[in-house]
């Protein structure tokens, strides 16, 4: 049944305008990095905080702006995000230092944190049901695996021809189109009542503590390893706060992040799963990086042309993936895409040590783009489509929150393996490194094997529909 509302090819497009200047934050600045720390006369130990300061923040302020969004409105939320988000690229761009570089770069998180639930959620609220909304994710998919590249690509010529701050300026013109097309777009938010302004700010000062004790530990367990008493004892008291606030939520009378969001058909295991997906894309792709520098001495420059073949499986891939998703189950397709997912990584690890890089490299990646796209599209479908419009700020909310522990964890996952193997990374030492994230991977597919049910038959009674 498709519903009455705005255009919702202005909304798909709007939904990849701020997927794009969000996920390619990451490499575009990433790149940047070497040039910005030798302008600004950075040492190597505090560099890492340029990238950190902005995680931190995404990933700490995300389940309280999903639930903004849910009460504040998905406009109000998309507005201020992109506007806070083009104020820290703006402030980022002129900075003469490193504390300045970093309030931008927290500006930066704030104001991606605010826009992402937002801007997700509008793919199950606005966009009608079947092929449109298939089209959405669909989009929604190709900007998660394209923006990696386009970012090294983009940040690398930027940089050498431009310099780093240039690279900065890029996002405020697309989050002022961005704006723009929210404003025209998206239906005015309801009025805020007395109720909904009620915060539960305990809730949010423990998820916050958590993310940022979690992500902290993970970085931590790539300088020091995984068994050293630091990373460990701040994991535990990661573990500890997100105990703690799951009992606070369970009290709470405006949780931000309502417990019955777990007990939707498939949403807790598709969260888990999607934390072992995105930790595997971390890990294939630092990876893959790694090999072409390293093994096949490719150039910075080269090596982002070099992901060129993974970037088109990945497009296929969302081009095809919509009308798999009519003819399909969301679960089959989940299942068949991590399938190949492991088949990839398989084929990586197999081939390890060939100075052939369509050999070596291509042929894999094109392999793991393709079915982490399809099962990437299909587990975000899976895992909202019975959540209630009231919620699906919060849930989008922690489905990015599981991406954000996933990608450092599977980053540094392989990156510890490798510097365990030896000391002078070589092409064959990137076997154990490729076996390290198909091992995950594989954990994934036997969740999804296990974990997830199928949606229900037509006709036959649904127990959570009205839980």
């Known amino acids: 049944m498709t519903r009455a509302g705005p255009d919702y090819r202005l909304v798909i497009l709007l939904v990849g305008l701020t997927q794009l200047i969000v996920t390619t934050d990451f490499s575009i600045v990433s790149v940047a990095l070497p040039s910005i720390g030798r302008r600004l006369h950075i040492p190597p130990a505090a560099l890492s905080w340029v990238i950190s300061a902005s995680a931190l923040t995404f990933g700490g302020c995300l389940i309280l702006a999903g639930r903004a969004a849910d009460i504040l409105g998905r406009k109000r939320c998309l507005v201020a995000g992109l506007a806070v988000f083009g104020a820290g690229s703006l402030t980022a761009s002129m900075a003469p230092d490193l504390p300045v570089l970093i309030v931008a770069r927290v500006l930066q998180g704030l104001g991606g944190a605010i826009l992402t639930p937002a ?29 990696l590249v386009i970012g090294l690509l983009i940040g690398g010529a930027m940089t050498t021809h431009f310099g780093w701050r240039s690279v900065f300026l890029l996002n405020p013109p697309i989050a002022v189109l961005a704006a723009l097309l929210a404003l025209r777009t998206v239906p005015a938010p309801p009025p805020i009542t007395a109720a909904d302004r009620a915060v539960d700010w305990i809730g949010a000062g423990l998820i916050m503590a958590s993310m940022g004790l979690v992500l902290s530990a993970v970085s931590l ?23 703690l606030f799951f009992l606070a939520e369970s ?24 934390l072992l997906h995105l930790a595997g ?5 630092v990876l893959t990086s790694l090999y072409m520098q390293s093994g096949l001495k490719f150039t910075a420059l080269q090596s982002g042309l070099g992901m060129m073949p993974y970037a088109a499986a990945v497009m296929l891939a969302g081009q095809l993936a919509a009308p798999i998703m009519a003819r399909a189950p969301h679960r089959a397709i989940v299942i068949g895409g991590f399938g190949l997912y492991v088949l990839g990584l398989a084929l990586l690890a197999l081939l390890c040590g060939q100075q052939n890089y369509w050999l070596a490299l291509a042929l894999g990646s094109v392999v793991c783009g393709f079915g982490s796209t399809t099962s990437f599209m299909a587990l975000m479908a899976e895992a909202t489509e019975d959540v209630p419009a009231a919620q699906q700020g919060a849930a989008s909310a922690i489905l990015f929150t599981a991406q954000q522990i996933g990608v450092p964890l599977g980053v540094t996952l392989a990156l510890s393996v490798l510097s365990a193997v030896s000391s002078e990374i070589r092409g064959q030492d990137f076997r154990a490194g490729y076996l390290a994230v198909a091992a995950l991977i594989a954990l994934g597919l036997m969740i999804s094997l296990a974990g997830l049910r199928p949606a229900p038959t037509a006709g036959a009674p649904n127990r959570l529909a009205h839980s």
């Open 119 to 147: 801007s997700f959620s509008l793919i199950n609220t606005l966009v009608p049901e079947g092929a449109p909304r298939r089209r959405a994710l669909g989009v929604f998919g190709i900007m998660q695996g394209l923006s």
């Open 221 to 243: 367990m790539g300088r020091l390893g995984w068994s050293a008493p630091l990373p460990l004892g701040l994991m535990a008291a990661a573990l500890a706060a997100f105990g």
């Open 251 to 274: 009290r709470a009378p405006a949780p931000l992040a309502p417990l019955s969001i777990f007990g939707r058909r498939n949403f807790a295991p598709a969260s888990l799963i999607l």
């Open 281 to 285: 894309v971390g890990g294939v792709f």
